[in-house]
């Protein structure tokens, strides 16, 4: 790994008030003295000063904080410049910086130090990046809680269980019975199955987390002309999709993301499911298909005088529109809309509202599985079910459980192979 200085703009691209430029490197003292003109410095305190290139012109009046290693987000020495945001002091910034030899970090650098430097594992940075990403309120929830470690302290148990039951059931083929704990053949296989349950829990979670990372996917499905563009405006709130008495208007998917408690939620209007000879209908009707394939939650449109009986599924939500054109509402457990008036909207968002959260509340209580933690969390599954499968053959099951601890360790990066750290890190934006 280098070890040079680097520097890059932590803050927002764009014209701003205040732009962070972050600097890591080795011995930055010396540094931070011309900086801010000053022998002597404190740690971790605001200077305000005037930065001056090496020809002594003035760059910008800015604040400088000086970190020590160890304790700065790398690890290493770290310099903060906050200027003025505008394009022109950034530039002339970085100019001046370069001109002292350092270079511009490339994606992910600061976090690959950090990393190095042990004061993140890739769990961490993986949360990071999600944190980095998060749009809605439960996002940042989740990727804070892994950013500080929550993941990892599993991880970190799970690892230390399957280290040691490799070792016992190593132990029984090697020490005599008098030397070792009592049952202990027992023990590791009821560690075994045990570990095996919690990282089967996590790996179910992986929809649900996936859902809460790229937003959860609602469908409006139904025949033509029972409103579903009509209900999709209203609770989008703008007239995003054509509506119009023609049956077969909506022939694409169109969505919008709306923030439900904290939730993303991708809503997806489609077109109604019916027999047609028109090409682009039957395009949209066969998306429309997949749609409702890869949909997490379902609100499924009728009228009055189209709905027929059904049943309804835990991820299903009966909708029975244009309520204004009727008396009588006597169909249970569906809710009656309209999209003309708004009446009933309101309870169509509710109950929506109270399935999201029954659907993905709880979540939150494992670790959050991502597409490169899934494949390891999967293939740890698998040997631990070897393990468990070995009976008494001690020898295949030590292989098998050190192996699970391996994929284990993957995850946190204790144990590494170079692509996963690249597509760890390359998911940073520059100046992380
Ligand atoms: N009376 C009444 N008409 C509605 C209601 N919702 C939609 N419509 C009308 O029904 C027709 C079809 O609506 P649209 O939203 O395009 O249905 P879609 O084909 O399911 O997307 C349009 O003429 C709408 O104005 C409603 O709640 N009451
Ligand atoms: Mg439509």
Redesign the pocket.
């Known amino acids: 790994m280098n070890n040079d200085s680097i520097f890059a703009l932590s803050s927002g691209h764009g014209k701003s008030g205040v732009a962070v430029i972050r600097i890591s490197g080795q011995d930055l003292y010396d540094t931070f003295t011309t900086f801010v003109s000053k022998t002597e410095i404190k740690n971790r305190c605001a200077y305000f000063t005037n930065l001056c290139d090496t020809n002594g012109d003035l760059i910008d009046q800015c604040l400088a904080i000086y970190f020590p290693a160890p304790h700065s987000f790398t690890g290493e020495d770290v310099i903060e410049l906050h200027t003025h945001g505008a394009p022109a002091v950034i530039n002339k910034v970085f100019e001046y910086l370069s001109t002292l030899g350092m270079r511009m970090a490339t994606p992910g650098e600061f976090s690959r130090r950090a990393f190095y430097n042990n004061k993140m594992d890739l769990a961490d940075v993986d949360g990071l990046a999600a944190l980095l990403d998060a749009q809605t309120d439960m996002q940042r929830k989740h990727a804070l809680r892994s950013m500080m470690g929550f993941d990892s302290k599993i991880y970190n148990a799970w690892r230390n269980k399957m280290v040691e039951i490799s070792a016992y059931a190593a132990a029984i083929l090697d020490y005599s019975p008098d030397d070792l704990p009592a049952n202990i053949g027992d023990t590791v296989r009821n560690s075994a199955e045990q570990l095996y349950t919690e990282i089967s829990q996590a790996l179910s979670q992986y929809r649900n987390a996936r859902s809460i990372r790229g937003g959860i996917n609602i469908v409006?499905a139904?025949?033509?002309?029972?409103?579903?563009?009509?209900?999709?405006?209203y609770m989008v709130g703008t007239n995003r999709?054509?509506?119009?008495?023609?049956?077969?208007?909506?022939r694409d998917v169109v969505s919008s993301t709306i923030d439900i408690d904290g939730f993303m939620v991708n809503l997806s209007?489609t077109?109604?499911i019916r027999e047609t000879d028109d090409t682009i209908e039957s395009i949209g009707i066969e998306r429309t298909k997949s749609e409702i394939e890869n949909a997490d939650i379902i609100i499924h449109?009728y009228?009055p005088d189209s709905i027929s009986a059904t049943n309804i599924s835990n991820n299903e939500i009966i909708v029975i529109?244009?309520?204004?054109?009727i008396e009588t509402q006597d169909i249970p457990n569906a809710i009656y809309?309209?999209?003309?008036?708004g009446?009933g909207m309101d309870t169509l968002m509710n109950t929506l509202r109270q399935k999201i959260h029954e659907l993905f509340d709880g979540s939150e209580s494992t670790v959050s599985v991502n597409a490169r933690t899934k494949s390891l969390l999967e293939s740890a599954q698998q040997d631990l079910a070897s393990a468990i499968n070995a009976g008494e053959n001690y020898d295949i099951f030590a292989e098998h459980t050190r192996r699970a601890s391996d994929a284990i360790g993957k995850i946190l990066g204790t144990i590494t192979a170079s692509e996963v750290m690249d597509m760890t890190f390359g998911q940073l934006c520059l100046g992380k």
């Open positions: 409006l139904g025949q033509t002309n029972v409103g579903k563009s009509s209900i999709f405006n999709a054509i509506v119009s008495d023609i049956a077969g208007t909506t209007d077109a109604g449109v009228t529109n244009k309520s204004d054109t809309t309209s999209a003309k008036s009446n």
